[in-house]
């Protein structure tokens, strides 16, 4: 049985945004398979302002397929058959157009506006370190400024980003875990740049694990994926 549609309509703001699967019949490399289609129309649906065709079809698991994000922000989200769930945010003003978009992966999460106007969301990868396999995922954290002409989502690390890095850390902490998730859980403490935190849960997480696990030289390998360096040795205590 193919999966039901997740078919998404949000109106906000005098528009009204449709993100509906559709089989494709153009020729092409898509003709016969189910597609998505965006369209943003004035909320009398009336006067259309924008529309896509996209491989990506409606849908974002437990997320909403279409929410405002805050501010100017509207945020579609769609998949490719249950992988690579992946968020596009439309800015409202003048009129609804597209201004970034970021890959989740395998697990979509939501998107927050601060009071500067600084979106943030968690993104969980895999396969990010050679010869990591299995069940590692790795957080990033990614920031777009919304006050800028052209906005994009990049990686952010430190201060701003830490409540969504810690929030993972005590997520992989509370399933009691480490030998399988010490490789994130360290990832996630070096991220967050509060220094104290980390040399503290980094000297706990030492302890749990078997003397062949090398934490200080796993830490000195995050670099390698664009996390800052750590020296477990520095840790006072």
């Not at 896509?52 to 989200?77: M, Q």
């Not at 010490?182 to 740049?193: D, H, P, W």
């Not at 935190?197 to 670099?223: N, V």
């Amino acid at each position: 049985m193919p999966a039901a549609a997740q078919n998404a309509v949000l109106t906000h703001a005098g528009h009204t945004f449709s993100y509906q699967e559709s089989l494709e019949t153009a020729e092409g490399d898509l003709q016969g398979e189910v597609i998505g289609v965006i369209h943003v129309t004035r909320e009398d649906g009336l006067v259309s302002i924008y529309q896509e065709k996209t491989a990506l079809r409606p849908g974002c698991g437990d997320e909403p397929g279409a929410e405002y994000i805050g501010g100017d922000f509207v945020a579609l989200c769609g998949h490719l058959g249950g992988r690579h769930y992946t968020k596009t945010l439309f800015r409202l003003s003048p009129e609804p157009a597209p201004v970034a978009q970021l890959d989740y992966d395998d697990s979509p999460a939501p998107i927050g506006i601060d009071r500067h106007g600084v979106l943030r969301t968690r993104v969980l990868r895999r396969d990010v370190f050679a010869g990591v396999t299995g069940p590692a995922y790795f957080p990033f954290v990614y920031a777009l400024d919304g006050a800028a002409a052209k906005p994009a989502f990049r990686r952010e690390f430190g201060a701003a980003a830490r409540p969504l890095y810690r929030d993972y850390y005590e997520t992989l902490k509370r399933e009691g875990k480490p030998r399988v998730h010490y490789r994130a859980m360290a990832a996630a403490l070096v991220a967050g740049g509060d220094r104290g935190f980390a040399c503290r849960e980094l000297r706990a997480l030492q302890q749990s694990l078997p003397a062949g696990a090398d934490l200080a030289g796993w830490l000195r390998t995050l670099p390698r994926a664009g996390y800052p360096g750590f020296e477990l040795a520095t840790c006072k205590g």
